[in-house]
């Protein structure tokens, strides 16, 4: 597929056009400078065609930077050569010292580069901007990233670029969708990195690099593949500055849009409560979840018993979901989750019938358990496309060892004991 990057020193609106383009609020927008650091790509179609865009963190002086700044942009640099396209990025106040070098240096490279000067919300502001065109680029847009013009002749240009080769086709759906997620330093980017077999998402021991949530395509045996590595998850105390929180609320979203998640937890620190807040989150959002148990070649067999105790609690606590020892950065048993999750997959596609359900009622109320409680089950149902059920009965409640009973039973008589169920309790509707 074609891909775009959109390139250019920080602050002079990216993310804000990356976000304008692909008609949704993905990039992380606030007026600071260095706030995107990782790449972050999505599939844009228009007129019928198909192309990858990717915001690129903001260019300056490599001297100038944060040790994780400075990282992100020698790595960005390094990735230019992967791009069919450049939109360079720059704002109608003109240029500083810094972008006439990057002018120099991208002509080096000998891509096709576009020149885009954001911040023309008035067309009269035009004509203080005519003198980017003495930078020579082979074609300059004068755009407004914050109220959308001149964005429909971009991207009509960029369609017509590509189209004058081969015409790319919207391609075919991820037959999977996973988010990984987690606490800060977990391992995500590593494994993520690990999977994509490239250093795509930024590594470092500071914990908080990810900020922005990010997916790609991996093909696994055939099968294609969207992984989306995420910005960890903190306790709410330590969630400090709005950044932070507009990458929190970015964590969400992806794990809304996965299909499955991948919580990856340190080993050596074991299953905390903030671990257990993040399955009481990813209960409410009702996603299956594969517990990655990270840096297994950090602990020894003790410590290996005592996690399994704890792994089992949780799941006493929750649900039985499936979980692995593995090493991101060996890469054993690396594999072993997507697996799982493509197994997971097929079960969620299971389509469950009224009569199936109604079986499933009858067994459920000869059970003692129900009896000894004087509770009655008139019948249940199924909200459509959802694994949200709701059980009338005689009670609006039950008590929670009922509640935990009929669940369990739920789950294991349709998708399976691995995969969480929502359970609605109400009394029967009279006439």
């Known amino acids: 597929m074609p891909k775009v990057a959109l390139v250019g020193r920080q602050n002079v609106g990216k993310s804000t056009l990356f976000n304008a383009i692909i008609g949704k609020k993905k990039s992380i927008v606030w007026d600071s400078p260095g706030v995107t650091r990782d790449l972050i790509s999505q599939e844009v179609s228009w007129q019928g065609f198909c192309f990858t865009l990717t915001d690129f963190p903001g260019f300056e002086q490599v001297n100038a930077l944060d040790e994780i700044t400075r990282l992100a942009v020698t790595k960005a640099f390094a990735r230019l050569e992967e791009y069919h396209l450049l939109l360079?990025?720059?704002?109608?106040?003109?240029?500083?010292?810094?972008?006439?070098?990057?002018?120099s240096h991208l002509r080096k490279l000998g891509k096709p580069t576009w020149l885009v000067v954001n911040g023309l919300d008035d067309p009269q502001l035009e004509n203080e901007a005519y003198n980017f065109y003495r930078l020579g680029f082979e074609k300059t847009f004068f755009v407004s990233a914050l109220n959308r013009r001149g964005l429909k002749k971009l991207k009509d240009e960029i369609v017509a670029f590509f189209a004058s080769g081969q015409s790319p086709r919207i391609s075919d759906k991820a037959e999977l969708s996973l988010a990984i997620v987690g606490k800060p330093n977990s391992g995500k980017s590593t494994y993520f990195n690990l999977l994509l077999r490239k250093e795509l998402s930024l590594v470092s021991p500071i914990p908080g690099t990810t900020r922005d949530s990010h997916g790609e395509i991996y093909q696994f045996y055939g099968k294609k593949l969207l992984i989306t590595d995420t910005a960890g998850l903190r306790k709410k105390n330590r969630v400090?500055?709005?950044?932070?929180?507009?990458?929190?609320?970015?964590?969400?979203?992806?794990?809304?849009?996965?299909?499955?998640?991948?919580?990856?937890?340190?080993?050596?620190?074991?299953?905390?409560?903030?671990?257990?807040?993040?399955?009481?989150?990813?209960?409410k959002e009702n996603k299956p979840v594969i517990l990655v148990l990270n840096k297994q070649d950090l602990i020894g067999q003790e410590a290996r018993n005592n996690l399994l105790k704890q792994v089992e609690s949780l799941q006493e606590l929750f649900w039985k979901f499936p979980y692995y020892f593995i090493s991101a950065l060996t890469g054993k048993n690396a594999v072993r989750p997507i697996s799982e999750a493509f197994r997971l997959k097929e079960r969620l596609e299971l389509e469950i019938t009224t009569s199936q359900l109604n079986r499933i009622l009858e067994d459920l109320?000869?059970?003692?358990?129900?009896?000894?409680?004087?509770?009655?089950?008139?019948?249940?149902?199924?909200?459509?496309?959802?694994?949200?059920?709701i059980l009338f009965g005689n009670k609006k409640s039950v008590s929670p060892a009922v509640y935990r009973y009929l669940l369990k039973e739920l789950r294991k008589r349709t998708y399976g004991e691995e995969i969480p169920l929502i359970l609605e309790i109400r009394d029967k509707i009279r006439d």
């Open 88 to 103: 360079w990025v720059v704002f109608r106040h003109g240029l500083s010292p810094y972008e006439e070098n990057l002018a």
């Open 240 to 283: 400090g500055d709005i950044i932070e929180k507009l990458s929190i609320s970015q964590t969400l979203a992806a794990i809304r849009d996965a299909d499955i998640v991948l919580l990856l937890v340190d080993a050596t620190e074991g299953i905390d409560q903030q671990v257990k807040k993040i399955f009481h989150l990813l209960e």
């Open 365 to 389: 109320k000869k059970n003692p358990i129900i009896e000894t409680q004087q509770v009655k089950v008139h019948y249940i149902t199924k909200i459509a496309g959802k694994r949200h059920y």
